[in-house]
Each structure stands twice: as structure tokens, then as C-alpha cells.
């Protein structure tokens, strides 16, 4: 099995109880040339959202106590411009589209706005916290930049299944 960039040996087995399902996908959604998307990515957006509430609820109780910090509520919801956001009171935004993202870049994410409890700024103080959890968290950010436009290409069920296809 190839793994793809940005998984570490140590998390394969726990991670591929988990989601073999979801491995899959995402090996598909990476492979996948820009301007398609997966066929077997059609399901209703609803239930990427549901998918994307569960997941993204239980990676953030699994950093928040490694980080040693708290948080609020987590809401679910489309952002046009931003993949997370943290509110001085520690209740945390993701944009269910993250869910499409490979799992390395959805902790990056995550870890990204659970720093925000430490640090309310984008500070050397932050980037550290950031790199202290997540070493290679620069590779995952670049990937956001470059790919992230096509965690946009799923438009759902309204308007039909595969873009362009
Ligand atoms: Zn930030």
C-alpha cells in the first residue's frame, strides 16, 4: 500500500481500523485529476456534514486534550473564505467541505485553531505551538493553498453528482 503524503507510519493501523472507508475516498480525491471529482463522492452533502460533525467533534477532543486546552461549542458550517475559525470564547467554525480533505490536513486544521486558545494571533508563539503538535504542519497548510479549491468542486445533490463529468 502506498500511504500518502503527510501520514506517519506510527498512526497507520489506529487509522486504518477507523477509516478504511474514508482512506479510500480520500486516496481517490487526491488522485483524481483537477476539474473531476470521484464518482462515489456523490452522496447527499447532508451526509458530509453529519460525517464532518462526527469527525471533526471527535479529532478535536483528541488534540484539545494532547494540547492541553478547552473549547466550546463546534458548529458545522460553509465559509466561503475561511476552513476554521476560533471565537475568543473557544467556540470553534469548521467548513464541512474539510471532510473531502485528507485526514493529515483536517488535524492541521484543527491543531491550527486549538493553538488560538494559546495564542490569539498568528505570532512566532502560535506557529510554534502549531509545530510542536504538528512537526510537518507546513506541508498540510501548502496543501490547503493548493488544492483547497477543490474541495469546492462537490456541489451536492441540487445540482447533480460529478461536476464536469
Ligand atoms: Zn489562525
Not at 477532543?61 to 473564505?81: D, L, N, P, S
Amino acid at each position: 500500500m502506498t500511504l500518502p503524503r503527510g501520514w506517519s507510519l506510527q498512526k497507520v493501523p489506529e487509522v486504518l481500523q477507523q477509516r478504511a472507508g474514508w482512506i479510500r475516498k480520500h486516496l481517490s480525491l487526491l488522485q483524481a485529476t483537477p476539474g473531476e471529482f470521484p464518482a462515489h463522492l456523490s452522496r447527499p452533502e447532508t451526509a458530509y456534514r453529519e460525517e464532518a460533525r462526527r469527525y471533526f467533534t471527535q479529532r478535536t477532543r483528541y488534540w484539545a486534550e494532547r494540547m492541553g486546552v478547552t473549547f466550546g461549542r463546534i458548529t458545522i458550517r460553509e465559509q466561503k473564505t475561511r476552513w476554521g475559525s476560533c471565537s475568543r470564547q473557544g467556540n470553534l467554525n469548521f467548513n464541512w467541505r474539510l471532510i473531502l480533505a485528507p485526514p493529515p490536513v483536517i488535524d492541521y486544521v484543527i491543531v491550527h485553531e486549538l493553538a488560538h486558545r494559546l495564542h490569539l494571533n498568528h505570532s512566532p508563539a502560535f506557529w510554534a505551538t502549531v509545530g510542536r503538535h504538528l512537526p510537518d504542519f507546513a506541508r498540510h497548510r501548502r496543501w490547503l493553498k493548493e488544492n483547497g479549491h477543490r474541495l469546492w468542486q462537490y456541489t451536492g445533490e441540487e445540482k447533480g453528482d460529478v461536476p464536469g463529468g
